[in-house]
């Protein structure tokens, strides 16, 4: 996940959600449509690299 939409995904509990949007030049249709999409394989093995080291 890019890290504009981690951090929004990480604080949207704390801040208006359209606002960071806002902030970010992220649009809130963008966001929702992110967080429904599966992770890549490529980060998937990034992820098993950084847990091996």
Do not use: H, T
């Amino acid at each position: 996940m890019s890290l504009r939409f981690q951090f929004i995904s990480d604080y949207r509990e704390q801040f208006s959600l359209s606002a960071m949007c806002r902030v970010m030049s992220v649009s809130r249709s963008g966001f929702y449509e992110r967080l429904s999409r599966p992770e890549p394989n490529r980060s998937q093995e990034d992820q098993a690299l950084k847990a091996d080291n």
